[in-house]
């Protein structure tokens, strides 16, 4: 079956403007994830889902950022005012429960 | 906190060379031990789960074994396309979250 999916795949965002990120998780997986992984380091938890219920979001780096997944599938990560270091990849996971994490390809943002 | 530190940062190996990667790890009240790879440009792909001290899991040319504070992923007669970056992560009894090590680097030249 279709893994889970990320869009877009680049953006090219100026200082100052807004973003939001798109998470397509597998079909059927309760519990989705954001993580930042910046480059050449490990991915960095941002925030969790059960469902639409944002259970953690202790990983989110200032109150720019934002995510939500009103219907408990589809999840966007929005983040305002973007800054030079806010340049990561922004990598999306589902799992069934508590289970393993499955990954979509990410998206690489950068600010100029 | 969770905290979990990879070695070597990077390793380059001839073709048919094997070797071992190392994960040490602290966390309170361990509920699996991941082991990812992942290629240039593209996102983690899953390859093990451990759960408890003594366990092991092969897949093809690898094979990840767990203590109480490390795990390892051994490497048998590896091929050039077992290149890529091998990452780590532990959950803990913070709800489903993964802390990641910064990964291993491994090149193999044919």
């Known amino acids: 079956g279709a893994g889970v999916s990320q869009s877009p795949r680049y953006k090219v965002a100026k200082r100052g403007q807004d973003v939001a990120l798109r998470c397509d998780p597998i079909s059927g997986h309760v519990s989705l994830f954001w993580y930042q992984q910046a480059l050449g380091q490990g991915p960095e938890f941002l925030t969790y889902?059960?469902?639409?219920?944002?259970?953690?979001k202790s990983g989110l780096p200032s109150d720019r950022f934002f995510a939500e997944r009103p219907e408990g599938s589809v999840s966007t990560l929005k983040i305002q005012r973007t800054q030079q270091e806010d340049s990561a990849v922004y990598l999306c996971?589902?799992?069934?429960?508590?289970?393993?994490?499955?990954f979509g390809p990410g998206t690489r943002l950068t600010v100029l | 906190e969770d905290q979990v530190t990879q070695s070597p940062e990077a390793l380059r190996l001839q073709e048919g060379e094997s070797s071992s990667l190392n994960c040490s790890y602290t966390v309170s009240g361990l509920r699996g031990l991941f082991w990812y790879r992942q290629d240039p440009g593209k996102g983690p792909e899953f390859l093990f789960t451990?759960?408890?001290a003594g366990e092991e899991k092969e897949k093809e040319r690898l094979k990840a074994t767990l203590t109480k504070k490390e795990s390892f992923l051994h490497i048998t007669a590896p091929k050039p396309e077992d290149s890529a970056t091998y990452l780590c992560?532990?959950?803990?009894?913070?709800?489903?979250?993964?802390?990641f090590g910064q990964g291993t680097i491994l090149t193999v030249h044919p």
């Open positions: 996971a589902s799992s069934p429960r508590q289970d393993t994490q499955y």
């Open positions: 451990l759960y408890s």
């Open positions: 889902f059960q469902n639409e219920a944002q259970l953690d």
């Open positions: 992560a532990v959950r803990g009894t913070s709800y489903g979250k993964l802390t």
